[in-house]
């Protein structure tokens, strides 16, 4: 008997509640079983049923229709979303990704059966009964990754387990059980048929685990490295201890990563991450670059703000030291200014005492305008600008 008490789990078992008073079979499923059993926090409830979507929709009175293809529906309960999917198994795998459909069952035991890993494949009811078929539980107190049946065909129906394995292993601390580990590297070659976004999304999360170093040799052992976008040249980098837990965020670890390719932005392009995750890690390799050739100082603080930690994060990580936020923080409450908005004058101003047409001129003006105030050559004063653009202007 497994405890489910708790304020995370009050909805959850309410809606578990729901569907058992009207007659149907329901259990938690998933990754909320597997953390609960690993004492993690739970935030992600998946519930199986033998409710058919069209039933799950009379029962509650918000449900989205996220993925009726796959019987799956969202119920909102009391602020909560909850993945409530029909008990199912899978037809034939058509493109090493996809079912090309789904046959609803009457138990949970197809259900589990048709899942990808040991450890994701136990279901728990509202009395904290687990059903453990496959020797999930085991494989927890073992800390091994296993696929659930044949490793080969699980990862031929869906090439995406290969890499969803090494991701579990690295916020797990697990290691691949040995017939899972040959299948991955037998079949490392189908990742090729997965689309670049979603190799993207299982990248992210291997990158933010403890085991991160191990997984990314794992990659490496296995081969796989040389089906993801651009890794295949950086065996070296992949297999080499440094300690990325000094990294916060994805744009500090894609920063990382991408600082090892010859064109970090075309290797982030490969990737497919958006605009705006590109330009992050652009800045923060370029203020880091720069950092390494003068140090920090009043000028590469304010290029680097607000990302001057991170960047300090990102040259620990490439120094292989422990990075020194103590000396940003220092150099950050000395400076006069910390954005261009904080300038007493604008490109109005400068336009207006000039006299003169806007132009590239006044993007010059206000970029050395900055670089006098933060080096206190000047003050953040009307008067003292005036008389520093009139000497610019003239040289």
Same mark, same amino acid.
């Given at each position: 008997m497994i405890c489910l008490k708790g304020e995370a789990f009050k909805p959850c078992l309410e809606v578990l509640e729901v569907l058992t008073n009207a007659g149907y079979d329901a259990f938690l499923v998933g990754g909320a079983v597997?953390?609960?059993? =690993?004492?993690? /926090?739970?935030?992600?409830?998946? =519930?199986? *049923?033998?409710?058919?979507?069209?039933?799950?929709?009379?029962?509650?009175?918000?449900?989205?229709?996220?993925?009726?293809?796959?019987? !799956?529906? !969202?119920?909102?309960? +009391?602020?909560?979303?909850?993945?409530? *999917?029909?008990?199912?198994?899978?037809?034939?795998?058509t493109d090493f990704r996809h079912p090309s459909g789904v046959s609803y069952l009457g138990s949970i035991e197809g259900d589990l059966a048709r899942r990808d890993f040991t450890i994701n494949s136990m279901a728990l009811s509202k009395e904290g009964d687990l059903i453990d078929l496959h020797g999930g539980q085991k494989d927890l107190s073992c800390k091994l990754i296993r696929t659930v049946g044949n490793p080969a065909d699980r990862f031929k129906e869906d090439a995406l387990r290969m890499l969803r394995a090494i991701r579990f292993l690295s916020k797990l601390v697990f290691s691949l059980d040995t017939k899972t580990e040959e299948a991955l590297t037998e079949n490392a070659h189908l990742l090729k048929h997965v689309a670049i976004e979603r190799l993207q999304t299982e990248f992210s999360k291997l990158m933010e685990g403890k085991a991160v170093n191990l997984a990314l040799k794992q990659l490496v052992f296995c081969r796989v490295h040389h089906y993801l976008p651009g890794l295949?040249?950086?065996?070296?980098?992949?297999?080499?201890?440094?300690?990325?837990?000094?990294?916060?965020?994805?744009?500090?670890?894609?920063?990382?990563?991408?600082?090892?390719?010859?064109? /970090?932005?075309?290797?982030?392009?490969?990737?497919? =991450?958006?605009? $705006?995750? %590109?330009?992050?890690?652009?800045?923060? %390799? !370029?203020?880091?670059?720069?950092?390494?050739?003068?140090?920090?100082? $009043?000028?590469?603080?304010?290029?680097?703000? /607000?990302?001057?930690?991170?960047?300090?994060? +990102?040259?620990?990580?490439?120094?292989?030291? $422990? /990075? $020194?936020? *103590?000396e940003i923080d220092r150099i950050t409450s000395k400076l006069p200014i910390t954005s261009r908005a904080m300038l007493v004058v604008t490109g109005d101003d400068l336009i207006s005492w000039e006299q003169s047409k806007p132009g590239p001129w006044v993007g010059e003006a206000l970029r050395g305008i900055e670089l006098a105030v933060i080096t206190e050559k000047i003050k953040n004063e009307k008067s003292s600008i005036r008389r520093w653009l009139k000497q610019w202007r003239t040289q």
């Open positions: 597997r953390n609960k059993l =690993l004492g993690l /926090p739970v935030s992600d409830f998946d =519930l199986a *049923t033998s409710a058919k979507p069209a039933e799950v929709v009379q029962l509650f009175d918000k449900v989205i229709p996220t993925g009726l293809e796959h019987g !799956t529906v !969202t119920v909102m309960y +009391l602020g909560e979303a909850f993945e409530v *999917t029909t008990f199912r198994e899978d037809k034939k795998y295949s040249q950086m065996a070296s980098t992949l297999t080499k201890d440094v300690d990325l837990s000094l990294l916060e965020t994805d744009s500090e670890r894609w920063a990382w990563l991408s600082s090892h390719a010859d064109q /970090p932005v075309s290797f982030l392009k490969e990737w497919r =991450l958006s605009n $705006n995750s %590109i330009k992050q890690a652009e800045h923060l %390799i !370029t203020v880091s670059l720069e950092v390494q050739r003068e140090g920090w100082n $009043n000028r590469t603080v304010y290029d680097a703000l /607000p990302d001057a930690k991170a960047c300090e994060r +990102l040259l620990a990580v490439m120094e292989q030291r $422990n /990075p $020194n936020l *103590t």
